[in-house]
């Protein structure tokens, strides 16, 4: 079932702060009740970032509650983990306490690792010269010839290649 715009663009990025001087020590995002998580789980014992937790800890100490500010709101994930990123690099360093530079979606690391592969695989005259007496024994075992198997493993990544952010990107069988 396809989600609809209004469950798409349900995400928000926030920032706790120090009510003493108002800078911000953390930066995320969620949806629903996430923003008020952290406060919560501290005063009940649960400490997941170090920094994070212990800064909330001095605040409480202090008689005073964490200042908790949504900056951006109805987003679709994708957009609010770039968001969150930009946030994290502007804050980076005014002593925020988050343990990742930011996170991405799922397709994003998809698209990142099937770039990664692309841009690693070598021209098949290359990869044939590199491979190990005994692995192209295996290769052609199982697929006949070194060739067939290169064939096959360039068109698993042409199947990756689908996504707009990689199409761009040059296979070395192409060359």
């Known amino acids: 079932m396809a989600l609809t715009a209004k469950q798409q663009r349900r995400y928000y990025v926030y920032t706790l702060a120090d ?9 995320g995002k969620g949806t629903g009740n996430r923003i008020k998580t ?15 937790c212990a ?15 949504i900056v951006a709101d109805c987003l679709t994930e994708a957009e609010a983990f770039a968001e969150e990123k930009r ?8 002593g925020i306490t ?3 530079q930011g996170t991405v979606t799922a397709e994003q690391a998809s698209v990142a690792r099937a770039s990664a592969l692309l ?11 590199d491979l190990p007496d005994e692995t192209c024994g295996q290769v052609c075992r199982v697929f006949g010839s070194t060739e067939k198997f290169y064939r096959w493993y360039v068109g698993q990544l042409g199947k990756l290649s689908e996504h ?7 296979f070395p069988a192409q060359s």
């Open 87 to 94: 946030l994290i690099v502007k804050h980076r360093d005014h």
């Open 164 to 170: 707009p952010q990689v199409r761009e990107l040059r």
């Open 55 to 69: 800064k909330i800890l001095d605040i409480h100490r202090a008689g005073l509650s964490v200042v908790e500010n």
């Open 119 to 129: 841009k690693s695989t070598k021209p098949y005259e290359e990869w044939v010269a």
């Open 98 to 100: 988050n343990i990742s």
């Open 38 to 52: 952290h406060a919560a789980r501290v005063a009940r014992g649960l400490f997941d970032n170090g920094a994070k």
């Open 19 to 27: 009510p003493r001087d108002e800078s911000v020590f953390y930066v």
